[in-house]
């Protein structure tokens, strides 16, 4: 007699093993922090698992232009079903129209308006990348994020990526990740693959 095998997501798996699944009743947060490669991969990655679950998934970029770069993960999540915002202009290490004063401007009016898109659309998952950057380089406070964060619903599951994340916000955060880099491409004058770095 041939036993069936079943993927762990088979609701036969569920049901012949009595399984009870975690509903997200409780959002949690989540820090991608650290100078390696990898946060925004692996928030896009997270975002791909929550879509295949049929949840609701915004993805909103500060301090960079990803249609500029041609970072493709975006366009995929797009096509996936997630609703990509993006509120500034990129940084002004790499685009000399913005300044410190312009950004503080369109990040502080970005989280004005995704508070009322969260209370508008209800997402399941949001993912602000690079939005510690923004504390980093005192574009906004980290009291101006922790409100920020204070006031999501309960339901909204939360990442945050960039470098430097702050004490209050790792301990705020239920996952922390500090990705660190060992060894890059980089280092040995190989740049940037279509594909892979973007």
């Known amino acids: 007699m041939r036993s069936e095998i079943y993927l762990p997501g088979d609701e036969r798996f569920i049901k012949d093993n009595h399984i009870e699944l975690n509903t997200m009743k409780t959002g949690l947060i989540h820090i991608y922090t650290g100078e390696g490669k990898g946060k925004t991969t692996a928030a896009v990655g997270l975002a791909v698992r929550a879509l295949g679950h049929g949840l609701k998934v915004c993805y909103v970029h500060f301090n960079k232009r990803p249609e500029l770069y041609g970072y493709n993960e975006i366009q995929s999540l797009q096509k996936l079903g997630a609703t990509i915002l993006g509120y500034t202009q990129g940084h002004w290490n790499f685009n000399r129209s913005v300044t410190r004063e312009s950004s503080?401007?369109?990040?502080?009016?970005?989280?004005?308006?995704?508070?009322?898109?969260?209370?508008?659309?209800?997402?399941?998952?949001?993912?602000?990348d690079e939005i510690l950057i923004s504390v980093r380089d005192n574009v906004i406070s980290e009291d101006e994020l922790?409100?920020?964060?204070?006031?999501?619903?309960?339901?909204?599951?939360?990442?945050l990526t960039g470098r430097g994340a702050t004490e209050r916000l790792i301990e705020k955060a239920d996952?922390?990740?500090?990705?660190?880099?060992?060894?890059?491409?980089?280092?040995?004058?190989?740049f940037s693959r279509k594909g892979i770095e973007y």
Do not use: C, T, W
């Open 146 to 159: 922790l409100d920020f964060i204070s006031q999501k619903p309960a339901h909204l599951e939360l990442v």
């Open 104 to 128: 503080r401007i369109d990040v502080k009016n970005g989280l004005i308006a995704l508070s009322g898109f969260i209370l508008g659309q209800a997402p399941d998952l949001l993912i602000m």
């Open 175 to 190: 996952y922390v990740s500090y990705i660190q880099k060992i060894k890059h491409p980089y280092d040995q004058k190989i």
